[in-house]
C-alpha cells in the first residue's frame, strides 16, 4: 500500500484526536443492529421458499379447476351433453381449492415480519441486497399497482405478482382457462384472483373425441407442473447458492478471490440441478406426446383454445416446443416468478458465467438496466426522463452529437497535422493517438437538440468552468430545450469543451461503457497498477500525459480558448436559420464568456468584437473578469511578453527556468539581460516552469484533481448506472490492493472511507462533505457513520456503523437530516452564503453525466499554464477585461486583444445560488460596472447598476439588461443540476424569459 502523501498524514492526526474519541463515543447511541450477508441470504431463501409454495399450490388449484370444466364444456359442445350440472359440481370444487390460497399468501406477505425484520429498507432494494429495487417495474405494472419501495409494500407486490405469474402459467398450458372460468362465475365468485388471465375470444370445438381432449389438457397442465416444478427448484437452487457467495463479497465478509473460489463449488451443483431440469422437461416431452400425440392439431387448436395464442396456429403439434417453436410452454412465466421474488438471479448467473444454463426468460426484462429488451426502443439505466431515452425505455425527447470543428486558433507548438508539430515515437501522445501527425487546433462541443424540431431559433453556447467538461451542462440543457419548445421556442444548446478534451485517452473506456462493463473500464484506466493481466478486449491501456509531453498547453492562452469559442459562434450563427447566439458560462467559465465578448478579433487596425456575434450573455455561479483595479508595472508585462513568446514552452520542456528564446537562467533575470529584446518588451525575464495541468505535482501538499481523479470517474460513471449502492469499484481489493491505494494519482481519494457509488460521489461533490466550494453541489447526505468537521470547512466523513459493509447514500427524495440542511442566516459580505440549504440535485443524474457518449463531466488536463500566460505572476488570473497596455500600448494584440468591454451592449442574466461561489447580488456586481449601457431591443436605456450597494445590489433587470437571480440554498453545481420542477428553482424560468425576450421572432 502507498504511504499517505502530505494530505494524509494531516489528516491521520486528526483520526486520533479527542474530538474522534468523542465522535466514535456518540456513534455507539445511533448505530444499528448488525446484518450479516447471512441474514440477508436467510430472509431471500424464506421469502423463496414461501412463493414457491404460493405458486406450486395456486397452478394446482387453477389447474384442476380448469380440467373439471373443460372437460363439462367439450362433452357439451361435442357430444351434446348438457354441462349446468356438471359445471355446478366443478364449480364447488374450484371455490373449495381456491379458499386454501388465502393462507399461501398470507406466508408470502408475513415473511418479511418474520424472518427479514433486522433488514432495512436499502437491504431489500439494492443490487448488494436483495435487489428489490428491479422488481419496482413489475410491481408498478399490476393490475391493483405496487412499489417495492419498503418491506410493507413489498408484501403486498410479491403475492399479487406471483398470482400474475401463476395466472399467466395457466393460460400458457389451457388457453381457454379465463373463457371457462367467466363462463362458470369463478372470475366473478373470486374477484382478487385470476386478475392477469388474460381475456380472448371464446373457442370452440370444431371435432375430436370429448373425453381425448379433456384428457390431453389434464396431461398438459400436470406434466408441464412437474416440470416447472423441477426447473423452479434447480433456479432457485443456484440462483441461492451464487447469492450465497455474493452477499459476502458484498458485505465486505470476502474477498472477490473468495467469492469466485465459492462460484466455482457451485457451478458443480447447478449443472447437476440443470441435468435433473432437463430429464424432467423430456418426460414432459413424451407424457404429452403420449397423452395428446393421437389428435389432430386441429382439434387442438380448436377445442383447447391453442388457436388463440399468437403464432402457434398452423403448427404441427402445439403442445410440442420442438415441433412448435412459437408455443411457448409455462416456462417464461414461471421462471419469471423467480425473477420477481430473487431480482438478482440473472446478474448472479451472468456474473458466474452461467446464464446459459438457465433460458433467457431467467433474466426478466427491465427497464432500467441498461439492456435493450426486446420490448425496449433503447435502455440507458439511468432515470433522466429528457435525454434520447425516457425513463419507460421509449425514445427520448432530445439528442445529443459530438463536433471536431478547425479552429483558427494555432499556436507554436500545438500539433496541427503536419509534419512540422509531430509528437515524438512511443510518446504518450503517439501511443493515444497511434501516430505521431495529430491536429488539436479544434474546437469541440456537443449539440442538445430537440428531437424532429428542425433549424434553431436560438442557440446557447456554454463554456464550462474550472476542470470542467461540457457534460456539466448536460442535464441543464435537455430539460431547456424541452421546456423551450413548450412554449414554442426552438432552441439548441451548444456544451462545448476546451480543446485539451482531445487528450483524454478514453477509447478503452467508451467501448466498455458500451458493454456496462466498470471492470473493464477499471481495467483500462488502472489495471497495470493492480496487476490485472490485460482482457482480451483491450488492445492496451490508457495513457496519462505530463510534463514536457503536452508542454504545448502552456501556448494555449485565454485569447486561444475566445478563438476556439468563437469557431463555435460562427458554426452557429452560420446556420440556415440564422439563430440568434447566446454565450454562457459555468463558474470560470463566464470568466471565459466575458472575455469572448471583450475580445476584438481583429488584431489590426479594424475591429471584430466577440459581443457583435452575439444576443445576449449567460452567466451561471460566476461573476464573470471585470476592468483591473490598477494599471500592471512594465515588470508585469515584460513577465506577460517573455511567457507567451517561449519562455513558459521551454521551461516546462527543460523542467527549469528559461528566458524567451530557451537560454537557461539559473540566476534569474540577469541571465537573459543580454539578449534581443522580444516585440513590445522592455527588459528580459527568466521564466519558472509551472504544472502543465492541475495537480500534476504528486507531491503537492494537496492532491485533489488529477487526470486518474477525472478517469475514475468514468469507472464510477459506467457502475453507478446498475450499482449505484455497490462499493466503489476503484476501492476493490483485487488481490494486491486497490486502485485508491496502488494508483498515486487518484490523489484525495485515498482518505475516503469504503463507500458505496453513491456516497463516494458524494463525498466528493456534495456541499456537505467537498472541501472546495466550485465542487459542490446540494445532492443528499451519508448518515450510517461518524462525519468531523475538520479545518477550512473540510468534513471527513467515518467508516461506517457496525452492520453496514460500508457508507451509503441518503438521496433527496428521502428524509435528510438536519444537519444536511442548515439554515445560513443573512449575508453580510458579497461572497458569503446564506439562506436555507436545500437538497436539490439527483445523485442518479450526476452519476449518469460523469460519463456520457464522447463526453464527460471534467477537463483531465485543465490548462493552468496556458490560461495563466497572461498574469502577471506563475500562477494567477490579471490583467482582466482591459489588456490595452499590452495590445495597443506594447502593440501585442496577438497575445491578448481585449478591448471591448465598455461597448458590451447585450442583455446579462446572472443565475446565482446563495450557497454557492455568487450568493449574493453584490457577486455580479463588478462585471456590471465594466461593461456599456445594454442596446438590445429589450432594454430601455436604465442604468446596469441602480443601486450599488456590497452585498444587495439593485440592477437595472430587464430594462437595463442586467437581471440576478438566486436560488436559496443551492450550491455551486445545483444551479445547472437541480430538478427543474423544484419550486425553488429560479434558473429555467428566468433564462427562458431572456431567451425569448432576446431571440427574434422568426
Known amino acids: 500500500m502507498k504511504s499517505l502523501r502530505p494530505i494524509g498524514r494531516v489528516l491521520s492526526l486528526a483520526f486520533f484526536s479527542g474530538a474522534v474519541c468523542l465522535s466514535v463515543l456518540a456513534w455507539t447511541a445511533t448505530e444499528s443492529a448488525a446484518v450479516s450477508a447471512r441474514d440477508v441470504w436467510k430472509c431471500q431463501k424464506s421469502v423463496n421458499k414461501a412463493a414457491e409454495k404460493h405458486a406450486k399450490l395456486s397452478l394446482v388449484s387453477y389447474s384442476g379447476c380448469v380440467d373439471k370444466l373443460i372437460a363439462c364444456e367439450l362433452s357439451e359442445e361435442l357430444d351434446g351433453k348438457d354441462g349446468t350440472a356438471c359445471r355446478s359440481k366443478a364449480v364447488q370444487s374450484c371455490n373449495a381449492k381456491l379458499a386454501r390460497l388465502s393462507t399461501a399468501r398470507s406466508k408470502l406477505s408475513g415473511i418479511f415480519t418474520r424472518k427479514c425484520s433486522t433488514l432495512r429498507d436499502w437491504e431489500l432494494s439494492s443490487r448488494r441486497g436483495m435487489g428489490f429495487i428491479d422488481a419496482g ?24 405478482l406471483v398470482a400474475c405469474r401463476v395466472d399467466q402459467a395457466l393460460e400458457q398450458s389451457a388457453p381457454r382457462a379465463r373463457q371457462l372460468l367467466d363462463d362458470a362465475g369463478v372470475v366473478a365468485q373470486n374477484p382478487d384472483l385470476f386478475t392477469c388471465l388474460e381475456s380472448r375470444p371464446s373457442s370452440t370445438a370444431g371435432g375430436g373425441d370429448a373425453k381425448d381432449l379433456a384428457k390431453c389438457q389434464k396431461a398438459l397442465q400436470k406434466n408441464n407442473r412437474k416440470a416447472l416444478g423441477s426447473a423452479h427448484k434447480s433456479s432457485f437452487g443456484c440462483a441461492n447458492a451464487l447469492l450465497n457467495c455474493q452477499l459476502e463479497e458484498d458485505r465486505l465478509e470476502a474477498s472477490a478471490a473468495d467469492t469466485t473460489a465459492c462460484q466455482a463449488k457451485v457451478a458443480s451443483k447447478c449443472t447437476k440441478l ?32 391453442f388457436e388463440q395464442i399468437p403464432g402457434v396456429s398452423g403448427c404441427a403439434a402445439p403442445y410440442d416446443t420442438v415441433s412448435c417453436p412459437a408455443f411457448s410452454p409455462p416456462d417464461n412465466a414461471w421462471f419469471e416468478i423467480v425473477g420477481a421474488v430473487q431480482p438478482r438471479t440473472c446478474t448472479l448467473l451472468s456474473d458466474a458465467g452461467m446464464v446459459g444454463i438457465y433460458d433467457d426468460p431467467t433474466c426478466i426484462p427491465s427497464c432500467g438496466n441498461a439492456v435493450v429488451d426486446s420490448d425496449e426502443a433503447c435502455d440507458d439505466g439511468n432515470a433522466d426522463n429528457v435525454d434520447s431515452c425516457a425513463n419507460d425505455c421509449s425514445s427520448g425527447p432530445t439528442s445529443f452529437e459530438h463536433f471536431e470543428i478547425a479552429s483558427s486558433a494555432s499556436t507554436a507548438h500545438t500539433p496541427d497535422g503536419t509534419a512540422g508539430t509531430a509528437v515524438p515515437p512511443a510518446s504518450t501522445l503517439d501511443v493515444q493517438f497511434g501516430t505521431t501527425i495529430i491536429d488539436l487546433n479544434k474546437a469541440v462541443y456537443d449539440r442538445c437538440h430537440l428531437n424532429g424540431a428542425g433549424d434553431p431559433e436560438a442557440v446557447m453556447i456554454t463554456a464550462p468552468g474550472f476542470a470542467g467538461g461540457a457534460n456539466s451542462f448536460r442535464y441543464l440543457a435537455e430539460n431547456l430545450v424541452v421546456q423551450a419548445a413548450a412554449r414554442g421556442l426552438v432552441l439548441e444548446v451548444w456544451n462545448s469543451e476546451r480543446r485539451t478534451n482531445l487528450l483524454e485517452d478514453r477509447a478503452g473506456g ?57 469557431a463555435i459562434v460562427q458554426q452557429a450563427a452560420s446556420l440556415p436559420s440564422a439563430p440568434a447566439v447566446f454565450l454562457a458560462g459555468h463558474s470560470l467559465g463566464t470568466t471565459f464568456a466575458s472575455r469572448y465578448a471583450a475580445t476584438d478579433f481583429d488584431t489590426g487596425p479594424g475591429v471584430t468584437p466577440g459581443h457583435a456575434s452575439l444576443s445576449g450573455l449567460i452567466f451561471f455561479e460566476g461573476g464573470g473578469d471585470s476592468i483591473p483595479s490598477g494599471p500592471l508595472s512594465d515588470d508585469d508585462l515584460d513577465t506577460i511578453i517573455a511567457k507567451a513568446d517561449g519562455g513558459l514552452y521551454s521551461a516546462i520542456i527543460n523542467d527549469d527556468a528559461r528566458c524567451w528564446d530557451g537560454t537557461a537562467c539559473p540566476g534569474g533575470d540577469s541571465d537573459c539581460s543580454a539578449l534581443a529584446l522580444p516585440p513590445g518588451a522592455l527588459s528580459n525575464k527568466c521564466v519558472e516552469p509551472v ?61 475516503l472511507p469504503p463507500s458505496s457509488v453513491e456516497a ?25 457513520g461518524g462525519n468531523l468537521p475538520f479545518v477550512g470547512g473540510l468534513i471527513i466523513p467515518y467508516p461506517a456503523f457496525v452492520g453496514d ?14 444537519v444536511a440542511v442548515p439554515d445560513n442566516g443573512v449575508a453580510f459580505s458579497a461572497n458569503q452564503v446564506n439562506g436555507q440549504e436545500v437538497e436539490i440535485s439527483r445523485v442518479d443524474v450526476l452519476l449518469s453525466t460523469l460519463s456520457a457518449g464522447e463526453s464527460n463531466f471534467g477537463d483531465w488536463y485543465f490548462p493552468s499554464s496556458g490560461l495563466s500566460v497572461t498574469a502577471a505572476s506563475q500562477s494567477t488570473f490579471s490583467g482582466g477585461l482591459d489588456s490595452t497596455q499590452l495590445s495597443v500600448d506594447r502593440g501585442r494584440p496577438d497575445i491578448e486583444n481585449l478591448t471591448e468591454a465598455a461597448n458590451i451592449g447585450l442583455p446579462v442574466i446572472c443565475l446565482g445560488g446563495t450557497n454557492g461561489l455568487t450568493p449574493t447580488n453584490g457577486s455580479f456586481r463588478n462585471f ?16 446596469r447598476v441602480l443601486t450599488n450597494l456590497a452585498v444587495n445590489t439593485v440592477y437595472g433587470d430587464v430594462a437595463g439588461g442586467f437581471e440576478v437571480h438566486l436560488s436559496e440554498g443551492y450550491a455551486h453545481i445545483d444551479v445547472l443540476s437541480a430538478e427543474p420542477d423544484d419550486p425553488g428553482n429560479q434558473v429555467y424560468t428566468p433564462l427562458l424569459d431572456f431567451l425569448e425576450r432576446n431571440t427574434p421572432a422568426p
Open 760 to 784: 463516494g460521489l458524494g463525498f466528493f461533490l456534495d456541499d456537505d462533505f467537498s472541501p472546495v466550494t466550485a465542487f459542490m453541489s446540494s445532492m443528499g447526505y451519508s448518515s450510517n
Open 510 to 566: 467508451l467501448l466498455a461503457a458500451q458493454q456496462n462493463d466498470p471492470e473493464l473500464i477499471l481495467d483500462w484506466y488502472f489495471g497495470a497498477q493492480l496487476g490485472l493481466s490485460l482482457d482480451p478486449r483491450l488492445s492496451r491501456r490508457a495513457v496519462f500525459h505530463q510534463g514536457a509531453d503536452v508542454a504545448f498547453i502552456s501556448e494555449q492562452t485565454p485569447n486561444v480558448h475566445a478563438r476556439d469559442i468563437d
Open 805 to 818: 459493509p460500508y457508507r451509503l447514500w441518503i438521496d433527496i427524495d428521502e428524509p435528510m437530516p438536519s
Open 274 to 305: 440443470l441435468a435433473k431440469t432437463t430429464a424432467a422437461d423430456s418426460k414432459r416431452q413424451a407424457g404429452n406426446s403420449a397423452s395428446c400425440g393421437a389428435i389432430s392439431a386441429a382439434n387442438l387448436l380448436t377445442g383447447l383454445g
Open 137 to 160: 417495474t413489475a410491481c408498478a405494472g399490476l393490475p391493483t399497482p405496487r412499489s417495492a419501495n419498503d418491506a410493507a409494500e413489498l408484501a403486498l407486490c410479491l403475492p399479487d
Open 928 to 943: 456590471a460596472h465594466s461593461i456599456g449601457p445594454c442596446t438590445a431591443a429589450s432594454c430601455d436605456g436604465t442604468a
Open 691 to 751: 504544472e502543465v495541468f492541475t495537480g500534476d505535482n504528486l507531491d503537492a501538499a494537496v492532491v485533489f484533481i488529477t487526470p486518474g481523479v477525472h478517469a475514475a470517474s468514468d469507472v464510477i460513471s459506467n457502475q453507478g448506472i446498475l450499482d449505484p449502492e455497490g462499493q466503489a469499484l476503484i476501492q476493490k481489493d483485487y488481490g494486491t490492493g486497490s486502485a485508491v491505494d496502488l494508483v498515486d494519482s487518484l490523489g484525495i481519494l485515498d482518505i
